[in-house]
């Protein structure tokens, strides 16, 4: 049994379910050819989606990425970057989208983001997103770390049935938006996709992958505490996940997390140490 590969977003494509991160890739130069071969063997391994921002060593992980993509047909993959806030309006979203497209070697995007709320309205950036569908260089967009209450804002706008994702931080140890992101979202057909979803190999909650149900479940799967980490999240069918690896091994293991499908009484365990709030609380970020 595995969880379902894609999503179809509100526009009919179909989004892979598991991609793959690349905050901090293209920073060391020692690691660079680890980097690249680890991207690749995701691709090969179906993490076809690549999520990526021209924040990431300013450009440094786009850089990395055109290079890492360059021998692989366009069409086989999905490629998401964002837009820093502060450029997300009429005077520099279509600069800063060029120079991701060029920094990578492409000339689309299958989605791109507004990277966090910033001073420009809402509206105007909507309408900027749109305006690079039609000229054919984004083929959707969405947003990251919108709270339900910035979601509604931008419904508002009149623009906002056009955005076809959230992305906010969504791993096992941070379960906030189970309480009335992740169902709003779903409602509306809107995906969620999950950053940090290994909870950054566990540094955002100590502990996390020598947790004893973590664990205990691992093995009986035979599986790894970051593969049970990922296969929690794939269980809602509207959440994408991105987790970042810059070694075969992890890569390897991410990939095998199709495989990780819990039962309810895994998922009853995990809440005993790891609930989801059952009250409204502030979206987590990093
Ligand atoms: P993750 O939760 O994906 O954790 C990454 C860490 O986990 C790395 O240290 C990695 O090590 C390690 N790791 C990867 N696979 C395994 C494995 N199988 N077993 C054990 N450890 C593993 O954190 P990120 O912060 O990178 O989040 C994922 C992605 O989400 C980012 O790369 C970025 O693309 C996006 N993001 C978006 C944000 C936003 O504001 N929109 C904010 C933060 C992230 P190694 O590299 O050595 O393999």
Redesign the pocket.
């Known amino acids: 049994m595995e969880h379902k590969r894609t999503y179809t977003l509100k526009d009919g494509r179909e989004i892979p379910r598991l991609g793959?991160?690349?905050?901090?890739?293209g920073e060391d130069r020692s690691r660079r050819s680890a980097e690249i071969e680890?991207l690749q063997l995701g691709i090969e391994l179906g993490m076809t989606l690549i999520?990526?921002?021209e924040m990431?060593g300013e450009g440094r992980a786009e850089k990395l990425i055109g290079e890492a993509i360059r021998d692989v047909p366009r069409e086989k993959l999905f490629i998401v970057s964002?837009v820093y806030p502060h450029n997300a309006g009429r005077r520099n979203l279509e600069r800063s989208l060029d120079a991701s497209l060029s920094r990578m070697g492409i000339d689309y995007l299958d989605l791109y983001?507004l990277?966090?709320r910033g001073g420009i309205p809402f509206r105007e950036t909507a309408e900027e997103m749109e305006r690079m569908v039609r000229a054919g260089k984004i083929k959707g967009w969405g947003v990251?770390?919108l709270d339900l209450d910035d979601m509604k804002e931008l419904m508002d706008t009149g623009l906002g049935e056009h955005c076809l994702t959230d992305?906010?931080?969504y791993?096992l140890g941070s379960r906030g938006v189970e309480y009335d992101l992740q169902p709003w979202l779903e409602q509306s057909g809107i995906s969620l996709m999950a950053?940090?979803?290994?909870?950054?190999?566990?540094?955002?909650r100590q502990g996390i992958?020598s947790n004893e149900a973590v664990v205990r479940i691992a093995q009986s799967h035979d599986m790894?505490?970051?593969?049970v980490m990922l296969g929690f999240l794939l269980r809602k069918e509207n959440v994408i996940v991105?987790?970042?690896?810059?070694?075969a091994?992890?890569?390897r293991?991410?990939a095998r997390a199709m495989e990780c499908v819990l039962t309810e009484e895994e998922l009853r365990a995990l809440d005993t140490f790891f609930p989801a709030p059952d009250y409204p609380t502030p979206l987590d970020?990093?």
């Open positions: 793959q991160g690349t905050w901090y890739m680890a999520d990526t921002a990431y964002k983001l990277h966090w990251s770390n992305q906010v931080l791993h950053y940090c979803p290994l909870a950054e190999a566990g540094l955002l992958m790894t505490p970051a593969q991105i987790p970042k690896a810059g070694s091994k992890h890569v293991e991410n970020v990093v």
